[in-house]
């Protein structure tokens, strides 16, 4: 895949206009958009469809978490707009996967993806929530549950690519959020990692948000990036 494909910038906009200068901004330099819960829920859907009519693929980042029947409305929903990549929260289990999988297969293209654990969380925050299993391991517990469910791929932090990769073989689209370049401050990423080690280590695209959305030029930060990635 070339280096601007393999770029997904986070629209996590307040309002329709700010996710519209920002596309407009970026032209042709940038590819495929992830639209999340923010964007989504203060601008409607009809951002996505619009994003698609400018020839961009989308990547909806909703995290389902719900009954089976729930989450497969909302993958056709999605898929009707001309979502490409929709996430489902593994912590829900084979049930949402394989329904989400199966609602998707109506849509030839639209990839599903499980989160397996948030890249903000820590062994702590499990145990807080009565997970007693590591990050590590509960990453891994998921995302091969992912796979048995027919998940497409996984979204994992930069830290897990490499494991997962080995765990899941050279098809599984892996999807690596929590990226900053070298000398920013990591914000809220409890496992960093620059989007060039995400790549080398396996993944197969990273979401870059803060990054370039919070640039002073976001066309020349996204720029930066690709260099990064560019062999
Ligand atoms: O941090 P940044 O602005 O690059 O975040 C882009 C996207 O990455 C966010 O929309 C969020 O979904 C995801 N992210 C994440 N874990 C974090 C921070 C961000 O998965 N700790």
Redesign the pocket.
């Known amino acids: 895949m070339d280096p601007t494909s393999q770029i997904i910038v ?1 629209l ?1 906009c307040d309002s329709r206009a700010a996710a519209d200068a920002l596309v407009e901004q970026l032209g042709d330099e940038c590819r495929v958009y ?1 639209v ?1 819960l923010e964007l989504l829920t203060a601008a409607g859907p009809d951002v996505i469809k619009d994003l698609v009519a400018r020839g961009k693929e989308v990547f909806l ?1 909703l995290k389902l978490f719900e009954i089976p029947h729930s989450v497969a409305g909302a993958v056709r929903a999605a898929g009707a707009l001309g979502v490409s990549m929709i996430t489902v929260h593994g912590m829900g289990g084979s049930g949402i996967m394989s329904a989400a999988v199966e609602a998707a297969r109506e849509f030839p293209g639209m990839r599903v993806l499980t989160l397996t654990v ?3 969380m820590s062994d702590a925050d499990l145990t807080d929530i009565g997970v007693g299993d590591t990050v590590d391991e509960q990453v891994l517990r998921l995302a091969r549950l992912a796979q048995k469910a027919g998940c497409h791929g996984v979204i994992a932090s930069p830290q897990d690519v490499a494991v997962l990769r080995r765990a899941l073989g050279p098809d599984a689209l892996i999807i690596t ?3 900053t370049l070298s000398g920013e401050s990591p ?4 496992r960093p990692g620059t989007p060039h080690a995400a790549i080398t280590a396996g993944a197969s695209r990273v ?5 370039v959305t919070r640039a002073a030029n976001p066309v020349t930060a996204f720029r930066v990036v690709r260099a990064s990635l560019t062999p």
Do not use: M, Q
């Open positions: 986070a996590d992830k999340g980042d948030v890249t903000s959020p929590g990226v914000a809220d990423h409890a979401v870059v948000g803060r990054t």
